[in-house]
């Protein structure tokens, strides 16, 4: 990563690729993410690392087939937009969704990591994951979210084992039959059925909620009385660990916007606390939801919006 003192272009007739610039922002990026989301990669033609992250970046969104698209912009040819986002090095790289920003990183990554990026702002546009539910799966898989909805986890589970039965690489099937495990309070048999998921699948969205869920269910396991916490941190508002506790506590209780509430309040607060540790377990929060929940929709948007401040 670089700092701003003063990558390539995107490919000609690449519709889902193209060139922006201030002037052109409004219409490329904050109108256009109403309908698909949008990734904005601010780069400079001498930035090494935005030359090493750009072609991955693009060959990402190409991936998704129109699911998602990136506007590029050069921070030495167009300041405005840049500036008023709070960009001060680059690469920067912002994602958009309903015109707003959702999520974004600094500095160049690794594919693996790139691709895991533009997969979860892909399916925050919904219209995604279809492809796993091919041969006739889907109505079988909406009919145990449906159970699992409901509460009838143990249907849920039942009926997710059996649609393995018949594809043994259905990422949402694995997905939804730790997650049936999980609302059981099954948390080792919901770990060994995560830890028997092909290799294939290992870096599907569903397969990273469903590795989220866990952690967060093992911290469960240790959290404390909720009453006692909110006590603690209603006598100490500046006491972190009490807060950052009364956060477990309250998503082991199935209060999960409450906890993402008081995450968001210890970020607002100290963001280097503890390494970091707010917005890190903020993000796991969101990874074992839906990425169209609306608690994962409005949590990244307030994230965004006291990262880029």
């Known amino acids: 990563m670089l700092e701003l003192d003063g990558q390539q272009g995107a490919p000609a007739g690449a519709d889902v690729i193209k060139d922006g610039s201030d002037a052109s922002f409004m219409a490329d990026v904050v109108e256009a993410s109403r309908e698909v989301p949008v990734i904005v990669d601010f780069w400079a033609t001498w930035c090494g690392p935005c030359k090493q992250l750009?072609?991955?970046?693009?060959?990402?969104v190409q991936a998704k087939g129109g699911r998602v698209k990136l506007?590029?912009?050069?921070?030495?040819?167009?300041?405005?937009?840049?500036?008023?986002?709070?960009?001060?090095?680059?690469?920067?790289?912002?994602?958009?969704?309903?015109?707003?920003?959702?999520?974004?990183?600094?500095?160049?990554?690794?594919?693996?990591?790139?691709?895991?990026?533009?997969?979860?702002?892909?399916?925050l546009g919904g219209a995604g994951?279809?492809?796993?539910?091919?041969?006739?799966?889907?109505?079988?898989?909406?009919?145990?979210?449906?159970?699992?909805?409901?509460?009838?986890?143990?249907?849920?589970?039942?009926?997710?084992a059996a649609i393995l039965q018949e594809d043994?690489?259905?990422?949402?099937?694995?997905?939804?039959?730790?997650?049936?495990?999980?609302?059981l309070g099954q948390v080792d048999q919901a770990e060994?059925?995560?830890?028997?998921?092909?290799?294939?699948?290992?870096?599907?969205?569903?397969?990273?909620?469903?590795?989220?869920?866990?952690?967060?269910?093992?911290?469960?396991?240790?959290?404390?009385?909720?009453?006692?916490?909110?006590?603690?941190?209603?006598?100490?508002?500046?006491?972190?660990?009490?807060?950052?506790?009364?956060?477990t506590a309250l998503h082991a209780a199935g209060q999960t916007e409450e906890a993402v509430a008081e995450l968001l309040e210890l970020f607002r607060r100290d963001r280097e606390w503890n390494d970091g540790a707010a917005k890190t377990q903020l993000l796991?929060?969101?990874?074992a939801l839906k990425p169209t929940d609306p608690i994962v929709l409005n949590g990244r948007r307030k994230l965004s919006s006291m990262v880029f401040a």
């Open 168 to 183: 043994g690489e259905h990422a949402g099937a694995y997905g939804g039959l730790v997650r049936s495990y999980l609302a």
């Open 54 to 60: 750009g072609p991955a970046l693009e060959a990402a």
């Open 71 to 123: 506007v590029k912009i050069d921070v030495d040819r167009d300041k405005a937009v840049a500036g008023q986002l709070g960009v001060q090095s680059i690469p920067t790289v912002y994602a958009f969704v309903d015109g707003q920003p959702v999520d974004g990183f600094q500095g160049a990554l690794p594919p693996s990591q790139i691709e895991t990026f533009v997969n979860k702002v892909a399916d």
């Open 129 to 160: 994951g279809a492809g796993d539910d091919d041969g006739g799966l889907a109505e079988a898989v909406e009919a145990a979210e449906a159970m699992l909805a409901e509460g009838a986890a143990a249907d849920a589970a039942e009926t997710f």
């Open 284 to 287: 796991t929060v969101f990874d």
């Open 192 to 247: 060994a059925v995560l830890n028997g998921a092909p290799a294939a699948i290992h870096d599907k969205p569903e397969i990273e909620a469903a590795r989220a869920g866990i952690q967060l269910a093992r911290q469960a396991e240790s959290a404390g009385p909720v009453t006692e916490l909110r006590a603690r941190v209603e006598a100490d508002p500046s006491d972190h660990q009490a807060r950052y506790d009364l956060a």
